[in-house]
């Protein structure tokens, strides 16, 4: 599956941005799309990830993002985004989405993602 980020920026603390991740057609009707960050010097991880399964109901939050970020998806463009809401210096970091072809549920984990969009940078400045 091919993914493309957009949406990334400078962006004042305090402002949000909508990130949108555009996919290639899955080829089966159960899979997951999750966003990551790193930031420099820094781990990738799991921000946010939804799920197919229960029509997209199934979501999965970093508890350090939990009412800032929101995840959804809009299947008929085969798009999730990622509304960052109150932005902080410490969401700097290059975003990433990434897919799980085969899944019923999300993770929170790096490899069991199958492909990757190229990353796109969010800077927030102070």
């Known amino acids: 599956v091919q993914l493309v980020e957009s949406g990334g920026g400078l962006v004042q603390a305090g402002g949000s941005l909508r990130l949108s991740c555009a996919t290639s057609?899955?080829?089966?009707?159960?899979?997951?799309v999750g966003w990551f960050r790193q930031a420099p010097g820094k781990k990738r991880e799991a921000v946010s990830c939804i799920s197919s399964r229960y029509d997209f109901g199934s979501t999965y939050y970093l508890d350090s993002v939990k009412g800032r970020f929101t995840i959804s998806s809009d299947n008929a463009k085969r798009t999730v985004y990622l509304q960052i809401m109150n932005l902080k210096p410490e969401d700097t970091a290059v975003y990433y989405c990434?897919?799980?072809?085969?899944?019923?549920?999300?993770?929170?984990?790096?490899?069991?993602?199958?492909?990757w969009g190229q990353g796109i940078q969010v800077t927030v400045s102070s």
């Open positions: 990434a897919a799980i072809v085969m899944a019923t549920k999300c993770s929170p984990y790096v490899a069991e993602y199958d492909d």
């Open positions: 057609e899955f080829p089966n009707d159960d899979y997951a």
